[in-house]
């Protein structure tokens, strides 16, 4: 934002007169500014007042991309333009927006048509049910992981919202048949119900209704529904079946044969997936973009042979990628790729040629998991700028140093998330990875044993770092003081998992934060330092955990419940514990703190 107000005050003031360019363009710079730097330019002069409060710079901001954003201020900042929004993006917006918030915006933005409110754990029913009252025009909505949600008050939006189009919800799994109980007709083109407490014929009542539905994600699928899936919905171009484990070869087979106008297939965990399967997809289905095989046991070196001949792919996912792919193979596959958006690789066993993967310049998510990458992985001639990838994952990649790190992020600047989990990476290179991709605000550095404690000592210039996993490291890169001083220098933290080296943790008593809603703490291998009393140090340190996993400890059913009564807002806890629990106790602590979505325990 410093950059962009320095380079807005030499492109006015020193090369053209500030009334040279009109409102709407000004607009067209201002929607990439924070609302800090918003509020700074409304006191400039009139004409950047009325700029900065435009419909056109609201209409197209996003809270997930300013970490500073809370609800008041949002509904501060729009004011009066509230009426006139109509797309809302507060994906993952770190925990500022509540039911009542939602109440608020839905009886202010009466032409609102697009909500996402993802990974927003404190929305509920209670607000959810003002869009349908207040919200006829309304057509999107995003719900992933938005536990408290249930179907009563998806049920009233897609009976009460008749250009209801899209709908998420992956993740709230207290949403069952009852979504669907009151649905006279619908017109739902894009829905996803995995993850979801959607039962098998509840999903069967969706299609009786599914003559438009265009993308599907689901887990709920039999072999049988494929039948219903082609006669009910002939317009579908887009099927993802998660762990669908009810479906035989021949009836995939038969779908894919009968359906050639797919554009995406995902199939995760399904263990039906082949050579045969893969050869269908690629055959029979010339218009192909997406192909996800993820987790498919069968896999072999052939499928990226056969995908070669999509040449409309946007994003491809195999795990594992067995085999050995030879370099006419891999560099056929990657060209003429100018569409190529996501690559998801894992478990290559051979050392990875990364040149050729430099010829997708649209990327965006890069995934090699596991994939061999060492020195002679990528030529030192690239001049390839992956100006669009904004996600980038090298994780367990062992050979992987601060040298090759810094070559691969040069060519991200753009860069917002990076896995670098078991990479033998020192720390220098991430101090500069920061000055390179300042965009980042996901990091994880787990079992990256050889990272030096001066990375710690300087991790404040991550400013915008919302999400940081660094277990397993050696107990000489990270202690009390650089626990302490990461948590005081990182204000927009929300996601933290560490490994609890030391059993006294002091930096507990050292401040209380309430930033932090999800935590992850891990003992050293073959220790259970996290006791009982530890836990509540935990408990008392962060209150505002909606989620909390507690690995390799030694807490009792005791220490469980009285962490649970401290936690007002736990929605998911998961422990093992080298204590034997009473499977009925641990039912009864559930149904007595009905918040808890879930535990996962020893049983």
């Known amino acids: 934002a410093e950059y962009m107000g320095h380079l807005l005050s030499v492109y006015f003031f020193s090369l053209m007169p500030l009334t040279s360019l009109s409102i709407e363009e000004l607009c067209c710079i201002l929607v990439y500014f924070n609302k800090i730097t918003l509020s700074n330019l409304a006191l400039v002069c009139r004409f950047w007042y009325q700029a900065s409060k435009h419909q056109l710079v609201w209409n197209r ?57 993802g990974h927003s754990c404190e929305v509920s029913d209670d607000g959810l049910l003002a869009l349908a009252e207040f919200c006829p025009q309304f057509e999107s909505l995003f719900l992933r992981r938005c536990t408290f949600v249930t179907g009563y008050s998806i049920g009233k939006i897609m009976s009460s919202c008749p250009l209801m189009n899209v709908l998420h919800i992956s993740g709230c799994r207290r949403v069952g048949d009852d979504a669907f109980d009151i649905i006279k007709s619908t017109k739902l083109g894009n829905i996803d119900i995995s993850d979801t407490s959607i039962t098998h014929s509840g999903f069967i009542q969706l299609l009786k209704h599914g003559k438009s539905l265009k993308r599907l994600w689901c887990s709920q699928i039999k072999s049988e529904d494929l039948e219903t899936l082609h006669d009910n919905c002939p317009d579908l171009t887009e099927v993802h079946l998660s762990n669908a484990a009810n479906i035989t070869e021949t009836s995939l087979l038969k779908y894919i044969q009968r359906n050639t106008a797919l554009t995406a297939i995902g199939l995760h965990q399904c263990s039906i997936a082949n050579d045969e399967v893969v050869n269908n997809i690629t055959s029979c ?44 193979i891999w560099d056929n596959f990657m060209m003429d790729r100018p569409n190529l958006i996501r690559i998801f690789f894992s478990s290559y066993s051979k050392p990875m040629n990364l040149t050729p993967i430099t010829q997708a310049s649209k990327l965006r998510s890069l995934s090699l998991f596991s994939c061999n990458i060492n020195e002679t992985s990528m030529s030192s001639s690239i001049s390839t700028n ?44 991430l101090l500069l990875t920061r000055r390179l991709c300042p965009s980042i605000t996901e990091l994880s550095v787990s079992g990256c044993y050889e990272l030096e404690r001066l990375f710690f000592r300087d991790i404040g210039l991550f400013k915008r770092l ?46 209380v934060y309430t930033t932090i809603t999800r935590l ?84």
């Open 285 to 328: 289905c010339p218009n192909m973009e997406y192909v996800s095989l993820y987790d498919c046991v069968h896999s072999s070196e052939y499928w990226l042979r056969m995908l070669s001949n999509c040449s409309k792919l946007k994003s491809i996912v195999i795990s594992p990628l067995s085999g050995v792919i030879d370099p006419p």
């Open 466 to 511: 919302c999400s940081l996993r660094c277990s397993y490291l050696n107990s000489a890169s990270i202690g009390d003081r650089e626990l302490s001083s990461l948590l005081s220098d990182l204000p927009c933290l929300q996601r933290l998992s560490f490994t609890c080296s030391d059993p006294k943790m002091e930096f507990l008593t050292k401040g």
């Open 61 to 117: 901001y996003r809270a997930s991309d300013d970490p500073t954003i809370t609800f008041i201020d949002i509904v501060d900042l729009l004011g009066d333009h509230l009426k006139h929004i109509q797309r809302l993006d507060l994906f993952r917006s770190h925990g500022c927006i509540t039911s009542q918030g939602i109440r608020t915006l839905a009886k202010a933005c009466n032409m609102l048509k697009f909500l996402d409110v």
């Open 386 to 429: 992956w100006k669009y990838l904004t996600h980038l994952s090298l994780a367990y990649n062992n050979l992987l140093n601060d040298e090759m790190l810094l070559q691969l992020v040069t060519l991200c600047p753009n860069l917002e998330s990076l896995d670098l989990d078991h990479c033998s990476i020192l720390g220098r290179s």
């Open 520 to 603: 992850e703490v891990t003992s050293p291998l073959l220790e259970r330092v996290i006791d009982d009393e530890l836990l509540l140090k935990l408990v008392h340190t962060f209150p505002s955990l909606l989620s909390l996993s507690v690995h390799s400890t030694s807490i009792t059913i005791e220490g469980l419940s009285r962490a649970l009564d401290n936690l007002r807002h736990l929605q998911l806890i998961e422990f093992t514990s080298s204590e034997s629990f009473d499977k009925t106790l641990v039912e009864q602590l559930v149904v007595h703190h009905k918040r808890i979505i879930e535990v996962r325990g020893p049983h």
